[in-house]
């Protein structure tokens, strides 16, 4: 089993920048295949970004290509997701989760975390 705390969220100007954390206890998160999922008022909750067991980066959301990159500190056990270039329409819950499978859907993940609110003001 595994415990998820994000942590980074936060109010932030559009075209700012901020950087959330996942935090893992309990087992690696070289155990699983990772991703960070938001959820904004209304909407279902969507995929943001991955990172395979060996630390690599899935291909992201088109909505945030080319702005927000994941990364992983092995030593920490933490990933991290750097947001920049925000809009309005990221606001939003960002959530990470870990799955032991193969697929990075909101369904498919075994565990998640709580999740940190990101705002962004226009």
């Known amino acids: 089993q595994v415990q998820l705390v994000e942590s980074g969220g936060g109010l932030v100007q559009a075209g700012g920048s901020l950087r959330l954390s996942c935090a893992a206890s309990g087992r690696t998160f070289s155990s699983y295949i990772m991703g960070w999922f938001r959820q904004a008022p209304g909407k279902e909750r969507e995929f943001v970004a991955g990172m395979f067991r060996s630390g690599g980066a899935t291909p992201s959301a088109d909505s945030v290509k080319g702005r927000f990159t994941i990364s992983r500190d092995n030593a920490k056990n933490t990933v991290y997701l750097q947001m920049n270039s925000l809009k309005p329409l990221d606001t939003a819950v960002y959530y990470c989760?870990?799955?032991?499978?193969?697929?990075?859907?909101?369904?498919?993940?075994?565990?998640w975390g709580k999740g940190t609110l990101v705002t962004v003001s226009s």
């Open positions: 989760a870990v799955t032991s499978g193969n697929v990075l859907s909101p369904r498919a993940m075994d565990y």
